[in-house]
Structure formats: structure tokens, C-alpha cells
């Protein structure tokens, strides 16, 4: 359960008021000042993107009409009761039919109704491009998955015996930065903050690690950042050009973004966090993701995280021994819920969820049925403790796939 901002900041699949001064972030790359110009590389404005997503399930082409029913109640009583400004569903069912939905408001100050359109902070699903990066390289053979991270990073605390394949795992045992408490009041007390992937690092090898590798499955950004790392040595590039030309070009997601500091391409959603100083929910939109890094800070949209989904559960980047190691996933600790290299298995679903301050969510992929889900949200308030994004997500599953229930429990650290 999240009770402190320290707990919130770290856990499983979780990365960072009023509204904040102007971010001065480091220039955008072509493709995200594209997006920042509201068009993406192909000109695409704001209605052709709507267009395009209500292509994506015609009326003609959607679920029954009690199924369909049954669903909006569902997520507009969660949303409700959750307190969730605004949610964004896409869900395809190959030979059932799909459901495009959204509800609630993008704005809480405007009331602009939550659209199936807008562009979200994906958090922790970063770590889905990343380790896909990362396993391009294993097939380059420019790295090994066995190989210690001391090979590529030095000053990483028992580096000589943690490997890859431990970090992309989550079983290292290195200390999660984001529990640190100074990381934590440095990054509350200036949201506006860039930070460096060293600077972040350090604030997690101030301490002793937690287990020694392999032994138990903890997660922690700390693993992803120096998976960063590694890409940027083996690959020669920058870990954001690399995983915008490895990844995220061939998967043809036009809509994706890695960005440098906080730019945020339009259209998107206000987020809210009640991660701040006070307590208090407060606006978290222009927050500087930069603490995420390849952890944690990307930026996408429901077209783009639907076609993802597939990718990442198919392999289709990947060569299909390496993908085969990519789903070998271990326990976690947490019933119905196993992990892999960057990847985890809920109850048959398979992604990744993210949160960062401000925004939440889902996207996975069911290979039985073929079928993909994918949620968003507009803040990462918690409500009794469990994150908004899986109660929105458990409902939906708990209709359509009673035999196959998303239910991704919180660590208790």
C-alpha cells in the first residue's frame, strides 16, 4: 500500500502544484518537435488523430450491446468511486468486437471532456521500449544477457555479479532510488527539476544493496536507468535516438515520444497527483520527467499503445529465441503476477503498466484470445491503497475475460 511519496515513487510499475513555472528543457529532437508543432511526421493534426482511433472500432464493429453496456457502467462506476478525472479504454477482441471509450474530463478546471485522442505520460511502460532496445542488441551481439553490469557501468555497487538479464528482471537488489528520501524531497520540492541518469543513480548507491542477485524479484527503477546506460554504450547513440530508430520508427508508432525535459505534445490531458509537499492533489502536467529516464518518462497515445501491445507479447522486434527469454517470467512474490526481462504475466495478460504523477496506465495483451487492452488516466491517486488504473482495468477483464482477470496488486514496500 502507497502511504508515503517515497512508497508511491517506486512501486511496481510506478515512476514523477499549482501549475509550475516554464520548464526550460534541452532542444527536442525532430520527431518530438513534430509532435510539439501538433502534427506528427506524416502532418497528422488533432482530427485526423481522432479519426483515426474511432476507425479503429466502427460501430459496426463493436461488442454487443450488453457487453457494451456492461463496460461503461463498470468503468464509470470505478471512475466515480475512485475519484479519477478522466479515463481512456481501447479494447480489440479478434472475432468479438471492440470498445473505444472515454469519460469523465481532461481538465478539472475547463471540464474539456477525457477523448480517446490525447496523448498521456506512460511511466514505467517506458521500460517496455527499453528492454526491447536493449534485447535488439543481444541479437546485434554487441551484449550478452549474462554479461555483469560492471562491463558497461562503472561504480555500480556488486556490479562484478549483477547481470542484465538480473536488472531487466528486477531481482539485482539494488536500492531503488526512488526510495531515497532525499531523492524524494529534492524531486517534490522542484518538479521543474532535469536530472542526469548519474545524479539519480547516486541517490540509490548511497545505499547497501537488499539482497544479493537473483535471489528475490524487487522492483526498482535504479535496474532501468542502468539499462540506459548500457544501450548508450553498446549502441554508441544516445539512449533516446536509439530507442527512437531501433524501436520506436520500425514499430511504426507515430504518436510516440522520448522526451528530453517536460515538453508535451498537444492534445493531452491535465494530470493530477497528491504526491507534493502538502499532500494535496495539485496539478502535475509540466512536471519534468527527466528523474525517469529510460525508467519511466515516454509519452504516447491509445493508437500507438494498441499496436504496441501486440509487439511487445508477439516479439515482433525480436528474434524468437530472445523473445522466448523475454517471457520466461519468475514470481514476484504476488499471486497471479510474474515478471520477466522488462515484461510481467498477469493472469494470462501480458505489458506493462506505468504511473508517473499525474497519469496511469495500462497496456497488455491476452495471446489466448488476441485480444489487447489498453488505459488511461489522468491521475495516480491511490483509492484504498490500490492504483486507479488496475481497478479500471480489473473491471473491464472481470467482464470480458472472466477466466483471464487483470489484477496487478501493489508491492507492500
Request: charged letters at 25%; proline letters at 7%; glycine letters at 8%.
Amino acid at each position: 500500500m502507497r502511504t508515503t511519496p517515497s512508497r508511491r515513487l517506486c512501486a511496481a510499475a510506478l515512476l514523477v502544484a499549482s501549475v509550475l513555472a516554464p520548464v526550460v528543457a534541452t532542444p527536442a529532437g525532430a520527431d518530438t518537435a513534430a509532435l510539439l508543432a501538433g502534427t506528427d511526421r506524416a502532418g497528422s493534426d488533432r482530427a485526423g488523430t481522432a479519426r483515426q482511433a474511432q476507425d479503429e472500432c466502427s460501430p459496426d464493429d463493436a461488442l454487443g450491446s450488453d457487453t457494451t453496456a456492461r463496460l461503461d457502467k463498470a468503468i464509470e462506476d470505478v471512475r466515480r468511486e475512485a475519484a479519477i478525472p478522466g479515463v481512456a479504454v481501447g479494447l480489440w477482441m479478434e472475432g468479438k468486437g471492440c470498445y473505444l471509450r472515454a469519460t469523465g474530463v481532461a481538465d478539472k478546471t475547463n471540464r474539456e471532456p477525457m477523448t480517446t485522442d490525447l496523448y498521456t505520460r506512460i511511466g514505467s511502460e517506458t521500460k517496455t521500449f527499453t528492454v526491447t532496445g536493449l534485447l535488439e542488441l543481444v541479437d546485434d551481439e554487441k551484449i550478452g544477457l549474462d554479461d555483469p553490469i560492471s562491463r558497461y557501468v562503472d561504480g555500480v555497487p556488486n556490479g562484478d555479479n549483477i547481470t542484465l538479464r538480473q536488472l531487466a528482471e528486477m531481482r539485482s537488489g539494488l536500492f531503488p532510488y526512488t526510495e531515497d528520501p532525499g531523492f524524494v524531497r529534492d524531486l517534490l520540492s522542484d518538479p521543474s527539476r532535469s536530472y542526469t541518469p548519474q545524479e539519480v543513480l547516486a541517490y540509490g548507491f548511497k545505499h547497501k544493496n537488499t539482497f544479493a542477485p537473483g535471489k528475490q524479484f524487487e522492483y526498482s527503477n535504479t535496474n532501468l536507468v542502468l539499462l540506459g546506460l548500457v544501450i548508450e554504450k553498446a549502441s554508441g547513440q544516445s539512449a533516446a535516438d536509439f530507442i527512437r530508430e531501433r524501436v520506436i520508427r520500425p514499430a511504426d508508432l507515430d504518436h510516440t515520444v522520448f522526451p528530453n525535459g517536460a515538453e508535451f505534445p498537444d492534445p493531452h490531458p491535465r494530470g493530477y497527483t497528491n504526491q507534493t509537499t502538502s499532500g494535496k492533489i495539485e496539478d502535475s502536467t509540466d512536471w519534468n520527467p527527466s528523474w525517469g529516464w529510460t525508467a519511466g518518462a515516454m509519452i504516447s497515445n491509445l493508437h500507438d499503445l494498441r499496436r504496441w501491445a501486440k509487439i511487445v507479447a508477439t516479439g515482433e522486434l525480436l528474434s524468437p529465441e530472445t523473445q522466448k527469454e523475454r517471457l520466461q517470467t519468475l514470481p514476484t512474490g504476488y499471486p497471479g503476477t510474474s515478471y520477466g526481462l522488462g515484461i510481467f504475466n498477469s493472469d494470462g495478460w501480458i505489458g506493462h503498466n506505468g504511473s508517473i504523477p499525474g497519469y496511469e496506465s495500462v497496456t497488455v495483451y491476452l495471446p489466448s484470445l488476441k485480444a489487447t487492452l489498453v488505459v488511461q488516466l489522468n491521475t495516480d491517486v491511490t483509492h484504498d491503497g490500490q492504483e486507479p488504473s488496475s481497478l479500471v482495468a480489473r473491471a473491464i477483464t472481470q467482464i470480458v475475460t472472466p477466466d483471464n482477470v487483470y489484477d496487478r496488486p501493489v508491492p507492500p514496500r
